[in-house]
């Protein structure tokens, strides 16, 4: 539990930069597409023998690049992420029948187990968020530029394809390191609802960010200890909770 605790509210700090940028930019989506790409990933993993996490984050990656790669050559951003979403899902379904014996732990990578996070997660979801942090910290200004008018930035000469590079591979990094937390299925409402949720209450980009950790954070805290009262799925229970507040927001901001 103690390590649960710990990883909800890393990963709150990490999910609330990186789906602030997310829905500011109106791309919910790919966060979808990247986390459908992973299955890939781990179905190839267990194919092939080795680790399905570093393989999903290769395809994690990967699939990030390659919305990007198709979007600059004109084909609509919401196409892109429908083919990589396909794209990702098929694989890790053929990989998956062609391996033989049983696949452990893929409902964990499907469903999610906030009591599964160990040690070393905690030190790869610290160091990302680090690492984001201090990205941020450098970028700041640049990174609100480009997430409310990439047109403009361009006009001015900022360094956009450098920020949507940086950020889409870290939106990757963090969907797979989220993985094991709360599973494929519902890691995008971790990445959007409480950013939706401060949206209602506030436009400018710190504020959000800032009110987005403590929404996440509160979400997954008491998520946790309901799951934990009631003894259901601590992922579907924060999920829920989310959701909520959502609705909660939406009835008090209309």
Request: charged share 10%; with cysteine; aromatic share 10%.
């Amino acid at each position: 539990m103690t390590n649960a605790m710990a990883g909800v509210t890393l990963i709150s700090i990490a999910s609330a930069m990186i789906g602030s940028y997310i829905v500011t930019r109106r791309m919910v989506f790919i966060s979808g597409g990247i986390t459908h790409a992973c299955f890939g990933g781990l179905g190839l993993g267990y194919y092939l023998g080795i680790s399905p996490m570093m393989m999903a984050s290769l395809f994690a990656v990967g699939g990030a690049l390659g919305v990007e790669r198709l979007s600059r050559s004109g084909v609509r951003r919401d196409s892109a992420i429908a083919v990589v979403w396909a794209l990702g899902m098929a694989l890790g379904i053929l990989f998956i029948f062609l391996t033989h014996g049983f696949v452990p732990e893929l409902n964990t990578f499907l469903f999610g187990n906030v009591l599964t996070i160990t040690r070393a997660d905690l030190i790869s979801f610290a160091a990302l968020t680090a690492l984001l942090i201090g990205f941020y910290l450098c970028f700041f200004r640049l990174i609100v530029s480009v997430s409310f008018d990439q047109d403009f930035a361009r006009t001015r000469n900022l360094p956009v394809g450098f920020i949507n590079m940086a950020m889409t591979v870290l939106v990757a990094v963090s969907i797979v390191l989220t993985i094991r937390m709360i599973g494929i299925m519902l890691l995008m409402s971790l990445v959007s609802l409480p950013q939706m949720v401060a949206e209602r209450f506030t436009h400018r980009y710190l504020p959000m960010v800032l009110l987005s950790v403590g929404i996440s954070l509160a979400g997954c805290l008491g998520g946790l200890w309901g799951a934990y009262l009631i003894s259901v799925p601590a992922s579907a229970a924060i999920v829920l909770l989310l959701v909520a507040a959502y609705g909660v927001a939406s009835l008090i901001k209309r």
